[in-house]
């Protein structure tokens, strides 16, 4: 019947370097001051947001001990699986999702369920001077980021 977010990867954003968050239907995002919770919500509302956001060079990871040493990306990988009225998971997605995601994005992983995964980069464009944000389609559901 629905969908779930189920995975969301973070790589080189704000204060998470390196990140993966399983989901729940309800999930409490709990945590100290400047722990990175507004960081991960900022990191999805990129990845999923339609609107235009505003990306600065403030928004990529920077070690504490080399400051100069920044990679050039930013990475959110997002996977979406089909869960039914009560969230448990289903092998395939319904129609209407088909229909939203397009036959393209749908992937079948080793115990034949299907998946929707999908990666927003950010990099830098020295020639524009400008931040380029991109969204393309994985193939398959990586081991990690980087």
Known sequence: MGILIDTVRIYNFRSLKNIEVKLS???LLVGMNNSGKTSFLKALQLALG????FITSDDFFI???????KDNEILV???????DDKYKRKNTFDD???EQFGYNLLRVDAEDNQYVAFRTQIRFDSLKN???????PLKEWPEKNG
Do not use: C, G
């Not at 339609?50 to 956001?53: A, D, F, G, L, T």
């Not at 990988?77 to 869960?83: E, G, N, S």
């Not at 400008?130 to 393309?136: G, T």
């Open 25 to 27: 239907p309800f999930t």
């Open 50 to 53: 339609v609107e235009r956001q």
């Open 63 to 69: 070690s504490r001990k080399t400051a100069k040493n």
């Open 77 to 83: 990988d997002i996977l979406i699986v089909p869960v």
């Open 96 to 98: 209407n999702w088909v």
């Open 130 to 136: 400008e931040f380029i944000k991109e969204k393309f």
